[in-house]
């Protein structure tokens, strides 16, 4: 079926460092994968997203990498702050039968920067 | 967003009963969706729609309706509530589609006693 895996379920890093995300997708004709971020008690926004067509972005301290030919995706955060402390959901977008497209999420990483 | 309100915030219901939550978007979005989140599983897609008069299952549409008369509403209707579907309810829409950024409302809270 269409899934999307996502992990480590938990990551803990003393702030200063980096934190990496991993997700893998089942299907192949997926050409859309944003990554959202989750404060505790608030809604999902969007941090940064990558198309098929590039390998990867950055924005500032956030950059996603993907290799389409794994079927992989990943989220490096770098040089973490207390703030970056949340929950982070990747996503993979997939065409249903009927032609629309659909965003599959992953279970989601709660990530914890230590002081 | 303010774009994009749910109602209401927190519902407490019993099993059996049938359930209304409401998602109301302000930006004429073609793209909406309905999303529950538990713990373990992320955010699990319900049903989603790509215009009025057009909607389509997701990953886990049991005991759950939709409809989209208007462009801006999109409700999910619970027909007979379960424990199972105590979660959290995320609507969200956007512009063109799910290549394109999510906006999401602020979340119902559902428990059903």
């Known amino acids: 079926g269409e899934n999307v895996e996502q992990h480590p379920s938990t990551l803990s890093v003393q702030e200063g460092d980096s934190a990496v995300i991993k997700c893998t997708y089942s299907d192949s004709a997926s050409n859309y994968f944003p990554w959202y971020k989750q404060e505790l008690g608030k809604r999902p926004q969007l941090i940064i997203d990558i198309r098929s067509n590039v390998g990867e972005k950055k924005d500032q301290r956030i950059a996603v990498t993907l290799n389409k030919t794994a079927k992989h995706f990943s989220l490096h955060i770098t040089e973490t702050q207390p703030e970056d402390s949340a929950v982070y959901f990747c996503a993979a977008s997939i065409l249903s039968i009927q032609g629309a497209q659909k965003l599959v999420f992953g279970q989601g990483t709660r990530l914890t920067i230590n002081p | 967003d303010a774009g994009i309100t749910q109602s209401p915030r927190y519902k407490i219901t019993e099993t059996g009963r049938q359930v209304t939550l409401m998602c109301h978007q302000t930006?004429?979005?073609?793209?909406m969706f309905w999303y529950r989140q538990d713990l373990g599983h992320g955010l699990r897609l319900i049903y989603y729609?790509?215009?009025?008069?057009?909607?389509d299952k997701g990953e886990v549409p049991d005991g759950y309706v939709v409809s989209r008369s208007k462009t801006e509403n999109f409700p999910l209707t619970l027909e007979s509530a379960t424990r199972s579907q105590t979660s959290v309810y995320f609507c969200a829409s956007s512009v063109a589609g799910a290549n394109e950024k999510l906006f999401f409302g602020s979340g119902t809270q559902l428990s059903v006693l």
């Open positions: 930006w004429s979005h073609s793209y």
């Open positions: 729609s790509a215009a009025a008069d057009i909607t």
